[in-house]
């Protein structure tokens, strides 16, 4: 079976930056996800169509198939009262937020400077060159309800009632 759209995909992978820092890995097993419903980078995703079980590639993918370019645009100062009182605030926590169209985005505080405080709402491998080592370890098809929800379910994907 070769990867195509509506495959459930497992993988195995290594992630790493421009200067060979590990940034992300499929530690404890694999990693599936369901192929042409943008579950994964664009870039990624386009490399894996085709491939078949036991393939493995090293696949290095620039920011704009990636998690996009960094915009300073989503630099934005706010007041300290934003966030709860009892909680400290300090550069680098990242928290979810919701973005301009409803959807789930991760902001990074920046900078805190007295009341002032710079969070940014770019991804946080925003102008990142993604360098992956991957297997795949099974290809399947994936179930109706699996392609009504775009995501996968069982016991390695995602789990709900
Ligand atoms: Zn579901």
Redesign the pocket.
């Known amino acids: 079976m070769q990867i195509a759209d509506n495959h459930v995909v497992s993988i195995t992978y290594i992630l790493k930056d421009g200067s060979g820092n590990i940034l992300d890995q499929s530690d404890d097993g694999r990693f599936c996800y369901l192929h042409g419903a943008s579950n994964i980078i664009p870039g990624l995703e386009n490399a894996l169509t085709g491939k078949q079980t036991g393939d493995e590639m090293s696949v290095s993918i620039e920011p704009e198939e990636g998690y996009g370019v960094r915009d300073d645009g989503k630099m934005q100062q706010v007041d300290r009262k934003m966030f709860p009182p009892e909680q400290d605030i300090e550069a680098g926590m990242q928290f979810h937020a919701e973005g301009p169209e409803g959807q789930t985005i991760v902001v990074t505080v920046a900078s805190v400077e007295g009341d002032q405080v710079t969070i940014d709402g770019n991804h946080p491998l925003a102008g990142v060159q993604l360098n992956f080592n991957v297997k795949v370890v099974d290809i399947r098809d994936a179930t109706s309800?699996?392609l009504e929800?775009g995501?996968v379910?069982g016991p390695e994907g995602?789990a709900?009632g």
């Open positions: 309800e699996e929800h995501h379910h995602h709900h």
